[in-house]
């Protein structure tokens, strides 16, 4: 391995997964809150199951956490498909990044 060209190329995904993460929060509907944002996941965990999915041809992130959920007691499911181009983009980047 060479380690300048490693970091360049990590420094490249990490380029691309901000332009994403920008198609995702400016073309998916109301922009989703930074509480909602820092528990998204790709894959289940122990803890938590995942948030994406892909359902009827779109590629869906799903929160459960919405500010009133401690005044409710019940978490809220809010989804948000992204954009198809902007979609086919975020699958390419999980499968080989």
């Not at 803890?47 to 005044?71: C, D, E, M």
Request: glycine content about 6%; hydrophobic content about 35%; some cysteine.
């Amino acid at each position: 391995w060479h380690q300048g060209q490693v970091r360049r190329w990590m420094k490249d995904c990490e380029d691309c997964l901000q332009k994403l993460f920008l198609l995702y929060h400016l073309g998916s509907g109301q922009p989703a809150r930074g509480t909602e944002l820092a528990i998204m996941a790709w894959q289940n965990s122990n803890i938590h199951p995942r948030n994406v999915y892909w359902f009827s041809g779109h590629l869906n992130f799903v929160s459960r956490y919405n500010k009133t959920q401690t005044n409710q007691e019940k978490e809220r499911v809010i989804s948000r498909s992204m954009p198809p181009e902007a979609a086919q983009l975020m699958i390419a980047y999980l499968t080989f990044v």
